[in-house]
């Protein structure tokens, strides 16, 4: 007879980690200092530039846009300034992000994460946000209670104040962001009127919707978890790069303000203040965006204390290491600060990193201006036709199609040049549509400031043997004979 087994004990199985931590609002604290005068004097410059910039008028002659800074989709020009630059002329574009790129990597390698903390505009608008947010709703505290409270009629009073005012910021930045492809006061008067096309308020409210919800919502999980930067500048920085640190030397051990601790009371001010909610102390980070506010958090506190300012500074890690190695062993106390201090140096600016940022720099540069002197007023594009590639005529000759784009860059003046193949001899070259001059050479006119097209026939008669690719030349010569833009081509024909 089959017995029945006992039952086994259950044993207690622990429950899976999640891989899913819920977001935890930061609620950063206003406060003021050195860094933080400066991160406000830097937002009101970019903000005035980006919203007032649009506005500037340049005086370029009748019938050009007079905004200074355009970019011109319906015409095909960038505008910006004296300069004016066609869309075969994207180099110099090219050129500029190129410069860029190469001099936020300098800046980074000399001074960390300055872009992200001062001028990026993500960390802009993210501060501007947050201080109408302050402005309504109060400090960090009162926010904090205010979240954790019963959502009254004072608490619904606050946030639509706040959203309200969030969105009409947003509709600014998503509206002057409007302006720069188009007239300022005409889209502004378009928009208001609901005059504007749906391509308008489309961007509109995409350059709006963005804003609102990044710097209002997303804020500081744009720089963690969106932005690439903050994955590969780590690349970018060394030893000699000046970074906010804090100085472990001097702050540990961390506790009262007595003899027997450091200068670090464990305070968290500095954490109170991060825009992005992480402790300094724990060294560097990704997440740290090297705003300084830290700094200013920490010296305010040791203002009150009676020591040293500079526990949390912009230091090198060079630095860092070099008063660690030379406190060694001593107690806390200001022999062991001073002596810290004193094993610094200065920063070293110059090095293989920095000369390279610098000599591409300059090599692009060189470039991009030696490409701006020799800038042609005058372009000719040829295109051959490429089905068919020729066409056999009735009488056995050879004939090949072309189109011809002259851009004329100068206003105010149309131009009328001949144009004259360079090939072998026999080849007769017409253009549909254009008149001849006493030479018989075909007359092409150009409009000013703009594109015109040709078609070109270029015929080899019966009798007169080319390969199956010869090479030709078109050239556009002046009154006075002077060749003004040369273009290769080829003619094609039947493999012998």
Known sequence: MNQIAPDRPKVDQKPEPSLYASHQKVQPRAVKGRVRNIKWAVLVVLLA??????????DRGPGVPDQAVLVDIGHARLFFLWIELWPQEVYFLTGALVLGAIGLFAVTSLY?????????????????FMWVERRIEGDRNARIKLDQGAKDGRWWKLKLSKHAAWLGIAMATGGAWIMY????????????????????YGFFALFTATTYVLAGAAREQVCTYMCPWPRFQGAMLDDNSLV??????????????????????????????????IDIRD?????????????????????????????????????????QAAVAGMPPGPARNAAG????????????RTLIYSGVILGVVALM???????????????????????????????????????????????????????????????QDAGEDAAGRPILTTRDDGITQWRALVTAPPGLRLGDNT??????VDGSGRTLVTQRSAFMGPRR
């Open 341 to 352: 201090m004193a094993a610094r140096v200065p920063q070293k600016k110059i090095r293989p």
């Open 369 to 431: 201006l030696g490409a701006w002197m020799l800038r042609a007023t005058l372009t000719l594009s040829v295109e051959r036709d490429r089905a068919p590639l020729f066409v056999q005529l009735s009488d056995g000759g050879i004939r090949n199609g072309y189109t011809l784009k002259l851009a004329n860059k100068t206003r105010g003046e149309d131009l009328h040049l001949a144009l004259v193949l360079d090939g072998p001899q026999g080849l007769l070259l017409t253009v």
């Open 244 to 277: 906010v640190t804090y100085r472990d030397w001097r702050g540990e051990p961390r506790g009262k303000p007595d003899a027997a601790h450091g200068d670090c009371v464990d305070c968290k001010a500095c954490v109170h203040v991060c825009p992005t909610g």
């Open 181 to 200: 492809f188009n007239d300022a006061p005409t889209v502004t008067w378009a928009l208001l009127t609901g005059q504007a096309s749906a391509t308008v």
């Open 112 to 128: 960390g994460r300055l872009w992200c903390g001062f001028t990026c505009p993500q960390t802009v608008w993210t501060d501007l």
């Open 471 to 476: 090479p030709v030349t078109f050239r556009l």
């Open 49 to 58: 530039l980006y919203y007032v910039v649009p506005w500037f008028r340049w």
């Open 283 to 323: 060294g560097q980070q990704l997440e740290c965006i090297g705003c300084g506010l830290c700094v200013d958090a920490c010296d305010d506190v040791m203002a009150k204390l009676g020591r040293d300012k500079g526990l949390v500074a912009f230091e090198t890690l060079k630095n860092l290491a070099a008063s």
